[in-house]
Structure formats: structure tokens, C-alpha cells
């Protein structure tokens, strides 16, 4: 295994802690990404035991086969023909109490991550949803009319009015599907938080899926992108933080989906850096849309999911969207199960499948 990233966990362990959000946030996030590279050393090295238990189990068998009397006259003998198996059996002991101390490691530091989560947790400042913020003009569905700078075109000139008088004729709805049902955005993910509270109190709009970072994040239906926006560190969250559209999402997508005879609106915040998806782009259920990550007003990695059942059309929908960039279409922030002439807030938990 790596010796110096080893030797990163021990040093970060010795480090006196921190204790504003965004200093607790950010040593979470050097210990996460240490702790990942250091288990892929680890799991590379998973068959360590075996090995080593077969190169004894060969040394076993040759001493066996000397002369009993000379054995017997020379407990610790090294004969010539076994000094190679004495010596892979020593570099294989190494290695296996470098490989114990540092599961050991991976340990301590899992432990260091969730005393941080919960200082974090009990600060109790990501419990009220921020959702101040400009919207991200690049970021907006575009159709065909250019591919925006969020997935790498070059953005045109121009003021936030010029983009949001984009006409966008050219989106491709076409290929859509009404799906029968909504299919998991991450299966396996736990739920760390429900809709509309929190476990400790306080206001929660949408569901909260805990999974490691750079989980695969599928679309729960076919769709249209509305929006798509990547511009904050993967694991850059804490809690009060405003980054990202709407404040506090850090990464996210919005996306139209048409189930059985209803359109809904499925937002996803706190996503990593890496999409996969543009504005304007239509995609399959099941297709992985981005990677999951804890940017924004977050405490540690998840994926946060907000769902509105839509009163429109799919095309007033997308000209309600470029006029507002609001992601919940009338229903507001700070009521749950809200609704208003467009829309109604729905609860996650009643549409998705179980992970």
C-alpha cells in the first residue's frame, strides 16, 4: 500500500480540530478523499491473507521433506533452497501489519468524519433552506440554439434578458416517453432525512439520499433538461453554504418528467461537479445523469430530491421556467406540501420505489 498516503491519515489524525462549519467542512473533505484512495490500496491488497498463508503453507511443506534429524538439530534452519520462501514470507508479514494499520486508519478516520458531522449537525444551520441566489444563465435550457458553457460550448454575448429570450423551438420532445412509473434515482442510497422535516426539526422540502460521493445518479423518468448547473467543488458543503441555484443547492439539474398522464419537476441538489447531461438535452430513464457529491448547504454527501406535480403542459412548463428559473414553479420555499396555480409539492418518498 501507498506509504504516503498512509502516512496522510496519521498526520491529519494528530491535527487539532476545527470548528467553524466551513473549516470542519473542508477537513471532512481532505480526510474523504485520502480515506477513498487509501481503501482502493486496501481492496487492491484484499487477497494479502491468502497469499500469504499459501507461500507458508509451500515453506511448511518443504521443510518437511529434509531429514527429520537435521530439523530437529536445527530448528531455525534456512537452508539455500528455502532463503526465497523465507524471505516473501517476511515481506508478505510486512506488508500484512502495514495493511492491518492501515484499516486501523481508515477506522479512526471514518470515526474523525462523523464527530465533525456532528458538531456540524448540531449547529442546526442547514436545517432552514437558503434558496437566495442568481440563476445561472449558461445553465438554462438552450434547445439547439447553441450548446451553453456548462457543457463546454462557448457562451453567447449578451445580458441575462438576452438569454432568457431564447426561444427554444428546437428542444427535443419527440422521443419522450411517459413512463408507468418513477424508477430510483440511486439505488441503494439510504435516507437520511425525509420530507418536510429534518430528524432534528426544522423545514425539509425534499428527500435526502446518503450515498458516497461519485455515486451514479440515474433519471428517475424520461425527461428534458431544464437546467444544469456544475460549478462548485464535489465536496465543498456545510452547512449555511449558499453556493450554487437555487442558494444552497451547490450542483444541481432539473429536470421534466412526464409519468403515466401527469408532468412532474424532479430537482436534484448537492450533486458532484460531474455531469453528464446538458440544458436542453432529453434522456431515458435510468440514465446516469451525474455523479452524486456534498456541495452547497450540505453536511456530508447525499443527494437531495424535491418533486412538484405540474398543472402545464411540458411546453408551458419550459416557457414558465425561462421566464422565472424558478424551481418551484409558484409553490414557494417555506411551506411543505404547498401548492399554487401551476404546481403542487410533492413528497418524494410517495413516488420512488424503494432503493
Not at 48 to 58: D, F, H, M, S
Not at 172 to 197: K, N, Q
Not at 276 to 304: C, E, F, K, M, Y
Request: proline share 6%; hydrophobic share 40%; net charge negative.
Amino acid at each position: 500500500m501507498n506509504l504516503f498516503l498512509m502516512c496522510c491519515l496519521f498526520l491529519f489524525s494528530g491535527m487539532p480540530e476545527c470548528e467553524s462549519p466551513q473549516q470542519l467542512a473542508a477537513a471532512n473533505a481532505m480526510d474523504r478523499r485520502i480515506l477513498m484512495a487509501v481503501e482502493q490500496c486496501l481492496d487492491a491488497e484484499g487477497s494479502l491473507q491468502e497469499i500469504l498463508e499459501q507461500t507458508r503453507a509451500v515453506l511448511q511443506d518443504r521443510l518437511t521433506r529434509l531429514d527429520p534429524a537435521w530439523v530437529q538439530r536445527h530448528p531455525d534452519c534456512r537452508a539455500e533452497d528455502l532463503d526465497d520462501l523465507w524471505t516473501e514470507v517476511q515481506r508478505l508479514e510486512g506488508m500484512q501489519t502495514l495493511h492491518q494499520r492501515g484499516r486501523q486508519a481508515c477506522t479512526d478516520t471514518l470515526e474523525r468524519i462523523s464527530r465533525r458531522q456532528e458538531k456540524m449537525d448540531a449547529l442546526h444551520l442547514a436545517d432552514a433552506p437558503v434558496y437566495a441566489a442568481d440563476p445561472v444563465p449558461e445553465a438554462m435550457i438552450l434547445g439547439t440554439a447553441g450548446l451553453p458553457t456548462a457543457a463546454g460550448g462557448a457562451a453567447e454575448e449578451g445580458s441575462w434578458d438576452a438569454w432568457l429570450s431564447v426561444v427554444c423551438p428546437a428542444f427535443d420532445v419527440s422521443g419522450l416517453r411517459a413512463a408507468d412509473a418513477f424508477v430510483h434515482p440511486i439505488p441503494g442510497a439510504c435516507v437520511s432525512a425525509g420530507t418536510w422535516s429534518y430528524p432534528g426539526g426544522g423545514l425539509h422540502l425534499g428527500l435526502d439520499l446518503a450515498a458516497p460521493l461519485y455515486t451514479e445518479v440515474h433519471a428517475p423518468a424520461d425527461g428534458v433538461v431544464l437546467y444544469q448547473s456544475a460549478g462548485q467543488p464535489a465536496d465543498s458543503g456545510y452547512p449555511g453554504n449558499q453556493s450554487g441555484y437555487p442558494g444552497g443547492a451547490g450542483n444541481s439539474i432539473l429536470l421534466l418528467c412526464p409519468v403515466q398522464d401527469r408532468l412532474y419537476s424532479v430537482a436534484l441538489y448537492h450533486l458532484s461537479d460531474i455531469h453528464h447531461v446538458r440544458p436542453g438535452q432529453s434522456v431515458r430513464q435510468g440514465d446516469v445523469i451525474a455523479l452524486s457529491g456534498n456541495a452547497g448547504n450540505s453536511t456530508g454527501p447525499h443527494t437531495h430530491v424535491e418533486i412538484c406535480e405540474l398543472t402545464m403542459s411540458l411546453e408551458e412548463a419550459v416557457s414558465y421556467f425561462l421566464d422565472t428559473a424558478d424551481f418551484s414553479f409558484g409553490t414557494g420555499w417555506d411551506t411543505p406540501g404547498a401548492c399554487s396555480q401551476k404546481a403542487c409539492r410533492m413528497r418524494p418518498e410517495q413516488l420512488l420505489p424503494a432503493s
